[in-house]
């Protein structure tokens, strides 16, 4: 499968804006129950992964469902718009360490006046 091209994007955008807020959240469901992995146990045991994905996925109503970010990509191709690339290139979350004050300098000759 490709990605979206852009004119059948153009022709069904609320389409797929709607597939790919249901793929993002369908995303952070699934990482979500990956942490767990090994984790969980019922009274046969290990409860499958797979399972477990499912059950909570489909548990989710749609009024429910996030916004994707601007800068997401879908992991799946057939969600990608056609000017997306795989894998997303880091995107800075804002600036590390302390901030910058910068002041200018006085001389002493300019504060007697």
Known sequence: MMAIQQQEYIDLKEYWDF???K???KE???AMADKFEGRI???LGPVSIDE???MLWTKIPMEEYE???KSWVPADE???LWNEEWP???QLEGPKGRPVILRAKVNKEDERV
Do not use: A, D, G, V
Request: net charge positive; charged share 40%.
């Open 19 to 21: 597939q790919r807020k």
């Open 67 to 69: 916004e994707p970010p």
């Open 23 to 25: 793929e993002y959240n």
């Open 28 to 30: 952070r469901i699934f």
């Open 78 to 80: 057939k969600y990608r």
């Open 52 to 54: 477990m994905k499912q």
């Open 41 to 43: 146990f019922s009274e």
């Open 88 to 90: 997303p290139k880091p």
